[in-house]
Antibody, heavy 121, light 110 residues
Framework: EVQLLESGGGLVQPGGSLRLSCAASGFTFSSYAMSWVRQAPGKGLEWVSAISGSSDHTYYIDSVKGRFTISRDNSKNTLYLQMNSLRGEDTATYYC??????????????WGQGTLVSVSS | QSVLTQPPSASGTPGQRVTISCSGSRSNIGSNTVNWYQQLPGMAPKLLIYSNSQRPSGVPDRFSGSKSGTSASLAISGLQSEDEADYYCAAWDASLNSWVFGGGTKLTVL
């Protein structure tokens, strides 16, 4: 059974940093691209970043470029999102989502339960 | 302002057929396939339709998707109370080099 379990969310001050983790199980982690998708309170879904299975390729939404870094450790079956220079508009539940192939494919055949990031002073 | 445009709400009575539209442009829906996601209250999203019209295993055939040009639609037939949820369309946007979502449609079963 595929499972994705996010952790690392919490309350942080503007300008601060957080690192999110997503522990994966039930599939060959290195064979699939992974993504982070966020949802601000009461709002819709917003794709944030993606990484190929081999980490060769990474992608970011413009609003987080230069502030967020996606990475993965295939030996630990874990996806990460390092978030620096956090802003109020980054407040959201962050979901990790699996793609259907190493280089991409369809987004989100499996999703984690989400971790809440709150940016406030 | 979402890149893909969906109606904010839709409704129907049990047993009815409801459709939800999703409008985009040449750089997203016009040149790539569309996915649909269902998000039940308080839950994570779930893939409902991929590649415009394909259903993952376990998704009832009451759910169907279609695409024409720069627009896509999700149809739900035989509406049930458990279908009450938010529905999102999404596609890869070749100009933005990112996945883009619609703003979501809240479906109410009356």
């Amino acid at each position: 059974e595929v499972q994705l379990l996010e952790s690392g969310g919490g309350l942080v001050q503007p300008g601060g940093s957080l690192r999110l983790s997503c522990a994966a199980s039930g599939f060959t982690f290195s064979s699939y691209a992974m993504s982070w998708v966020r949802q601000a309170p009461g709002k819709g879904l917003e794709w944030v970043s993606a990484i190929s299975g081999s980490s060769d390729h990474t992608y970011y939404i413009d609003s987080v470029k230069g502030r967020f870094t996606i990475s993965r450790d295939n030996s630990k079956n874990t996806l990460y999102l390092q978030m620096n220079s956090l802003r109020g508009e980054d407040t959201a539940t962050y979901y990790c989502a699996k793609y259907t192939s190493e280089g991409g494919g369809e987004l989100g055949d499996y999703w984690g339960q989400g971790t809440l990031v709150s940016v406030s002073s | 302002q979402s890149v893909l445009t969906q109606p904010p709400s839709a409704s129907g009575t049990p047993g009815q057929r409801v459709t939800i539209s999703c409008s985009g442009s040449r750089s997203n829906i016009g040149s790539n396939t569309v996915n649909w996601y269902q998000q039940l209250p308080g839950m994570a999203p779930k893939l409902l339709i991929y590649s415009n019209s394909q259903r993952p295993s376990g998704v009832p055939d009451r759910f169907s998707g279609s695409k024409s040009g720069t627009s896509a639609s999700l149809a739900i037939s035989g509406l049930q109370s458990e279908d009450e949820a938010d529905y999102y369309c999404a596609a890869w946007d070749a100009s933005l080099n990112s996945w883009v979502f619609g703003g979501g449609t809240k479906l109410t079963v009356l």
